[in-house]
């Protein structure tokens, strides 16, 4: 359905039956509300030099020219002095230059024509900026590729959909579900509907988010394990990066002249009942990357996602050619391995990260390495890095079964294959264990989310745009945030307990992980250790000591983070997304009586001046859930939509039949045995049994643990891989 542009930014119409509709982007040359775009129409006052009309007071319209555009974009060229892309080809920190570029760009248009936010949003982006200097600018990438029907997908996504061909791609804008919400319309961070500054995201968090440590009742670590594993599967904001050192600025122990233009530290109140003890006031915190949209519009600062969008596993392979390559070890469509610990009969390790070995994990010393996999946040904590560890093992183990069933195939088809399966396997998962648990019965057939469990599907709709919203990015899907215990704690491979460390000692310090038998404990422990609940309380381990440094005892906030990065970004707040979801905004605080336990209300009454100022994310993780699920409505509603776009947008999705990259009936049959029970069974050392779905907790009668060898617990049968020359594979070319 089309969208009605004239809309303003507190009218955002809900769908009928409460599911709200994709944001369609605008398609050049037609009317939206008020605006008028002008490609190849003469208008009154500049004849052919009018990139829009804006319409005034009393019935007239003025024009922006195009000469306005390139003289703004000029000007902002000169002042701001950024250097231009150094190679061939656009890394994120160039983009981000042409990005920054365009929001001067469109802050001056803003300026001078005197648009308000509505004008901003849905005006500027209809300017044709290829009729405009900012053309000669505007990267290859971003403009229409030609795209080929393969078998397997190209590592940066480009191509998913033919039509759009950057949609889900990397180094693509997040989408938007409502629009922007800068308090200049262009980029400034979200202030208070009263118009007075918001209060800080560490004073949210302080007050609202503190350490209760309740449980969940039914779920265990597998799942915000899962769960994070594939977020580093879907996002990765960009940061801004200091261009010489390639390396995030640091604010706090600068003078504000001083700082680089992307600081935007979190105030640490005098009182804040933790920090003041060590005198705290300032916690770093750099505002994204800015991004660009296709031919490089105007309008409002986007933001980008430097990974594809799509489930398509690039946590193991990466989303570039180049860092894929890095990976492999171009023998029988292997992955590279360290064999470290074979002589005591244990499987492979990640390789060591050689390249940039500090990036991304803290050293205890020269001679120790973290580990490479194909997402560069591999090395965060031990749940992530174990995950990573049986992905890797799982696709070498499918390698070397399809290398010695089809020993005709060479290196590259094995890989290739062998991906492919893989990124099913993640999307099999995902649908078939993780989201049932987080969002429920109902919210998944609502949003059309439930597996089939037979056949073929044509569940692609080329119209679906699968790019990751910014409200999923910065908020929603941060709820998970709210699952992580204070302690990770390992059990023995026959389940009993065998110890526990402390999360913050265990962040950026994979190290465990090459003692003998300590991945084991870990991969026995994610599966007896209960989780949080998704509730608004947070461990400490996040809200007072992540990433603690040396000898301190404090470090950051990762609440804060959350809430800093949802103003960053523009996300609107709380009320506004109730809106888009179909549920009634709260003009008085007694309209969310119900919708927050009573204390919770009553804190956020303290905190907030009203209720149209509730960052999305403390309100989310903090709404009582809906039945059955873990989330409630609006964040339910959020995932639940972007959830569907990840089905339903993606051509590759391993379900669809039809395509060159359709398993085969019987292939997709095998897909959907799988578990996770399973692939932990076949890449642990030692582990001899586990209950059937293991994000839940063991029950005998509902999920009974049973030993890896039953045939509860079916292993993918890759014989209906075996190929017999089949004119559909032969015909394709490897990707890449
Ligand atoms: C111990 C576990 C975890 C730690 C230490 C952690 C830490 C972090 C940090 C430091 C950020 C960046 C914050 C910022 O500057 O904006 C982040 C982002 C994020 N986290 Fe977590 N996280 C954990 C678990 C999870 C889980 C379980 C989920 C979801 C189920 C999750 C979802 C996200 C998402 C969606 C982002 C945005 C990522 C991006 O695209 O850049 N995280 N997390």
Redesign the pocket.
């Known amino acids: 359905q089309p969208q009605r542009y004239s809309q303003t930014l507190w009218n955002v119409p809900a769908h009928p039956n409460g599911i709200p509709h994709q944001l369609h982007r605008p398609s050049p040359g037609k009317q939206f509300g008020p605006f008028q775009q002008t490609r190849n129409h003469m208008t009154r006052q500049d004849g052919d030099n009018c990139a829009m009309n804006i319409p005034g007071r009393n019935g007239r319209t003025s024009c922006v020219t195009y000469e306005s555009v390139n003289v703004a974009f000029n000007s902002a060229k000169q002042r701001m002095n950024l250097a231009g892309p150094k190679g061939r080809t656009m890394t994120d920190i160039d983009v981000d230059h042409l990005g920054q570029l365009l929001v001067e760009t469109s802050r001056s248009l803003a300026r001078e024509y005197n648009l308000n936010a509505d004008a901003i949003h849905n005006a500027l982006p209809l300017i044709d900026t290829q009729r405009t200097v900012i053309d000669g600018f505007c990267p290859a990438y971003l403009k229409r590729p030609k795209c080929t029907i393969k078998r397997y997908r190209e590592y940066n996504g480009m191509c998913n959909n033919l039509d759009h061909p950057h949609w889900g791609a990397t180094l693509s804008s997040y989408r938007r579900l409502l629009p922007a919400d800068y308090a200049d319309g262009i980029s400034e961070p979200r202030i208070s509907a009263t118009g007075k500054e918001l209060p800080t995201a560490r004073y949210v968090s302080a007050i609202n988010h503190r350490d209760y440590g309740f449980h969940d009742h039914a779920v265990t670590v597998y799942l915000?394990a899962w769960?994070?594993l594939i977020?580093h599967d879907m996002?990765?904001?960009a940061e801004s990066k200091e261009p010489e050192t390639d390396a995030e600025p640091k604010c706090c122990d600068k003078s504000p002249e001083q700082r680089h233009p992307a600081c935007w530290p979190i105030e640490i109140p005098h009182d804040d009942p933790f920090y003041s003890n060590f005198g705290r006031r300032c916690m770093e915190?750099v505002r994204s990357a800015t991004g660009l949209s296709e031919n490089c519009k105007l309008g409002p600062r986007n933001t980008m996602?430097i990974i594809t969008s799509t489930l398509d596993a690039n946590f193991i392979y990466g989303s570039s050619k180049e860092t894929a390559d890095k990976l492999r070890r171009f023998q029988g469509g292997l992955l590279k391995s360290n064999s470290a610990n074979h002589h005591l009969g244990l499987k492979d390790l990640l390789p060591p990260k050689l390249e940039s070995p500090d990036a991304g994990c803290v050293r205890p010393n020269k001679d120790s390495y973290c580990f490479l996999a194909g997402d560069s946040r591999a090395n965060?904590?031990v749940?992530l890095i174990a995950l990573h560890t049986i992905m890797m093992r799982e696709h070498n183990r499918i390698a070397v079964e399809l290398g010695y069933i089809n020993p005709h195939w060479n290196d590259e088809r094995i890989y290739q294959e062998t991906r492919h399966i893989m990124a099913a396997i993640v999307q099999h998962i995902t649908y078939n264990e993780f989201l049932p648990m987080v969002l429920g019965k109902d919210i998944m057939n609502r949003y059309g989310l439930l597996l089939s469990k037979q056949g073929m599907g044509s569940f692609y709709d080329p119209t679906v745009d699968p790019t990751i919203p910014v409200s999923f990015?910065?908020a929603a899907?941060?709820?998970?945030?709210s699952?992580?215990p204070s302690t990770i704690e390992r059990w023995s491979v026959t389940h009993q307990y065998v110890g526990a460390r402390r999360?913050s000692e265990m962040?950026l310090n994979p190290f465990d992980m090459y003692g003998p038998g300590t991945c084991d404990q870990y991969l026995a422990g994610f599966m007896n250790q209960v989780s949080q609940a998704v509730d608004d309380s947070v461990t400490e381990e996040?809200t007072n000591h992540?990433?603690q440094e040396g000898q301190n005892r404090w470090g950051a906030d990762?609440a804060s983070?959350?809430m800093q990065?949802g103003r960053d970004h523009g996300v609107p707040s709380y009320n506004a997304y109730r809106r888009y979801c179909g549920l009634s905004p709260a003009r008085h605080w007694d309209d969310l009586a119900g919708v927050f336990t009573n204390d919770t209300l009553r804190r956020y009454i303290t905190t907030y001046d009203t209720p149209d100022d509730i960052d999305l994310w403390t309100a989310g993780i903090s709404e009582r859930p809906s039945p059955g699920s873990m989330v409630g409505p609006v964040f339910g509603c959020i995932m639940g939509e972007s959830f569907r776009n990840l089905r339903y947008g993606d051509r590759f999705w391993y379900e669809n039949g039809g395509w060159p990259s359709s398993f085969k009936q019987a292939q997709l049959q095998e897909i959907r045995k799988v578990k996770l029970s399973r692939i932990v069974c076949d890449n642990s050392d030692n582990i001899e049994s586990a209950q059937v779905y293991v994000m839940v907790l063991p029950d005998p009668k509902v999920n009974p643990r049973v030993p890896c060898r039953s045939s509860i617990l079916p292993r993918i049968n890759l014989e209906h891989w075996r190929d017999a020359g089949e004119p559909s594979y032969n015909n394709v070319r490897p990707s890449g």
């Open positions: 915000p769960g994070q977020d996002t990765l904001g915190f996602n965060q904590q749940m990015f910065a899907y941060r709820f998970g945030h699952l992580i999360l962040l996040l992540l990433f990762l983070l959350n990065r």
